[in-house]
């Protein structure tokens, strides 16, 4: 990964793209990528080829050839693209593409992405095609839609007092808060969604693009640098849970005692509550639980017939004596818990004293964030997080974990509620914004990174748990008990991120 230089700049070169763009200790771009994503909005893996570098002290140019390969390693997409670091500062990213066979796409192009720390909160221009303007600023919180439209060159301040500028050719360009998706960035990015998704490219199809980024003016007066640090908290220890395995129904004796040297907090459990043998499940998991000496985190998915189902949850309940800790409601078909369920919660409230009772969803912050509603008589509300929606690289992943702490401090902003995130995972256990509902659950195998067994999986928990316990989250569950979605294997071999669990 060599680091290379552009006049004051220094940046990054990684797998064809730039990124971590540097000026004056002060990171002022965190990428410049392009990418092909598909009509479930996958993105295709790439092959470069061709690559040719040449760095001096204080410039550069780079060319290569990158495929896009479909699931049978088959190139579908060929890009030809040039990069060119100057003396004077100026760095230009352009792209030729061209479709080798019928694909449906749903974005092909150029994202340049904005790290949030030293630029939350700055005045931002955003200069439209048709010769106006618009001055604004960065969002502090996690912004619901998208805060930037019809792009095609933007300029900033960071906090650094400099000023900055991007110019995009090719497309329209629009700008997304990626933090809804676990992302640690503002992203700028083209087609605009107002344009309609899936478009089929026939073969032939060409995509031409050209980003130019420079430093428009030199340094200000120095913005504060802990501006986007208001509600930064001393250190404190993260309440951490663990979910049930789903690979396996076995936990040996000898995992059990591992798994009780973590102190944990809770021990997550789903339920389905109109299928026929939630009962029977929810006993083989209790047994566990109590095995490990922790209380349970039930999570619920309901239906329509919300009220009867917990009726019977309830009766099994209190006839079981079972130690119930969290109870996370959730609602099928839904993207957020429905405000039915939630104004329910009173009444099961007088029917599980002592048990905090939660809303929201399984999935991103984005749910939240879009489809608000009335929190009511809930005791706290709840999403996932996982570091994977849109980048896979190492890099990216470990940048990523600094999400948790934007996406804490915005839950609570907007519900102000304890906010519990349940569950993190290394990979994503579903699509939410696949185009066909049967692509929106995704296969055991789908859900596994190998990472996950590997010293890296350690060093992304630490860095995460690090930004966790400068937040104030409530408690967070992380990972299964065994398994390739565990921290340790079936046979109860630890996985390196055992550790990162065992030392916080």
Not at 72 to 79: A, D, G, K, S
Not at 185 to 190: L, V
Request: net charge negative; with cysteine; hydrophobic share 40%.
């Amino acid at each position: 990964m060599p680091f290379l230089q552009a006049g004051p700049f220094r940046l990054l070169y990684q797998n064809g793209f730039v990124r971590q763009i540097t000026h004056e200790d002060t990171e002022v771009l965190r990428m410049i990528y392009f990418a092909l994503r598909d009509h479930n909005w996958g993105t295709f893996a790439t092959q470069i080829v061709e690559e040719k570098i040449d760095t001096q002290e204080n410039h550069f140019s780079i060319s290569y050839l990158s495929y896009n390969i479909d699931k049978n390693q088959v190139p579908i997409f060929e890009w030809k693209a040039f990069i060119e670091g100057h003396e004077n500062g100026t760095i230009v990213f352009n792209i030729e593409g061209k479709a080798l066979q019928a694909v449906r796409k749903n974005r092909a192009g150029f994202c340049i992405l904005h790290p949030i720390e030293g630029v939350a909160e700055q005045p931002v221009t955003i200069f439209h095609p048709s010769g106006s303007s618009t001055a604004t600023h960065f969002p502090r919180y996690i912004a619901p839609q998208d805060p930037f439209l019809d792009i095609k060159s933007m300029q900033w301040q960071a906090a650094n007092g400099c000023v900055y500028k991007v110019d995009c050719e090719g497309d329209i360009f629009q700008t997304e808060d990626q933090r809804n998706w676990g992302d640690a960035s503002y992203k700028t990015f083209c087609t605009p969604l107002s344009e309609p998704f899936p478009v089929q490219l026939h073969q032939g199809d060409t995509v031409r693009q050209r980003v130019s980024f420079r430093l428009a003016t030199k340094s200000k007066e120095p913005q504060d640098k802990a501006l986007n640090q208001k509600s930064a908290l001393r250190q404190q220890a993260v309440n951490i849970g663990i979910a049930a395995a789903i690979e396996t129904d076995e936990l040996s004796a000898e995992s059990v005692e591992i798994l009780k040297t973590l102190k944990l907090s809770h021990y997550r459990v789903d339920l389905t509550l109109f299928d026929k043998d939630w009962i029977s499940y929810l006993s083989g998991q209790a047994e566990k639980a109590l095995l490990l000496g922790l209380p349970l985190e039930i999570v619920l998915t309901l239906n329509d017939d919300f009220e009867s189902q917990l009726a019977d949850f309830v009766g099994v309940l209190q006839q079981n004596r079972l130690q119930i800790k969290h109870l996370l409601l959730l609602s099928a078909q839904k993207l957020v818990t429905s405000q039915a369920v939630i104004d329910y919660i009173p009444q099961l409230k007088t029917q599980l004293s002592g048990v905090k009772i939660g809303v929201g969803t399984d999935y991103n912050f984005t749910e939240l964030n879009r489809n608000r509603f009335e929190a009511g008589e809930a005791d706290f509300v709840s999403c996932s997080f996982d570091p994977q929606e849109h980048a896979f690289d190492e890099l990216s992943l470990l940048e990523n974990t600094e999400t948790v702490k934007y996406l804490v401090e915005s839950a609570h902003n907007i519900y102000q509620k304890p906010v519990h995130i349940s569950f993190i995972a290394l990979c994503r256990r579903a699509n939410p914004y696949a185009t066909q509902a049967a692509d929106m659950v995704l296969a055991i195998e789908n859900q596994i990174d190998k990472r996950q067994s590997t010293a890296f999986a350690k060093e992304w928990a630490t860095k995460l748990l690090s930004h966790l316990a400068h937040t104030e989250v409530a408690s967070v569950t992380m990972f299964r008990t065994i398994g390739e979605l565990g921290i340790m294997s079936e046979s109860g071999s630890v996985y390196p991120v055992f550790e990162a669990l065992k030392a916080r």
